[in-house]
């Protein structure tokens, strides 16, 4: 059954750090774009990142660039968010998804989702 997992998620500070992992199996993640999002209560799903499968190219959007950083270990079928700096507006749950096609910000572009992981910054 092919499914991905988050994981890392947590309470944290502002200004603080934390990695997010996104776990694939079932489907050789290797082959896919991997893509971060969030939403917060209220608010619609942001497209956060994206990484191609072979050449690593990302994208971020623009209220995390120079912040968060994603990255992917496809020997462990696994891709990351490094999050620094982090803010109060970086509150959300967090969701990880798997494409075929181009690095995109825009959730149709996956088929394939997490079930998602709470970051909650607060003092």
């Known amino acids: 059954q092919a499914q991905l997992v988050e994981s890392g998620g947590g309470l944290v500070q502002p200004g603080g750090s934390l990695r997010l992992s996104c776990a694939a199996s079932?489907?050789?993640?290797?082959?896919?774009?991997v893509g971060w999002f969030r939403q917060a209560p209220g608010k619609e799903r942001e497209g956060v990142s994206c990484?191609?499968?072979?050449?690593?190219?990302?994208d971020y959007v623009d209220s995390v660039k120079g912040r968060f950083t994603i990255s992917r270990d496809n020997a462990k079928k696994t891709v990351y968010l490094q999050m620094n700096s982090l803010k109060p507006e970086d509150t959300a749950v967090y969701y990880c998804?798997?494409?075929?096609?181009?690095?995109?910000?825009?959730?149709?572009?996956?088929?394939?989702w997490g079930q998602g992981t709470q970051v909650t910054v607060s003092s």
């Open positions: 998804a798997a494409g075929r096609y181009v690095c995109s910000l825009n959730g149709p572009d996956y088929s394939r």
């Open positions: 079932g489907f050789t993640v290797d082959y896919y774009v």
């Open positions: 990484i191609t499968s072979k050449s690593g190219r990302t």
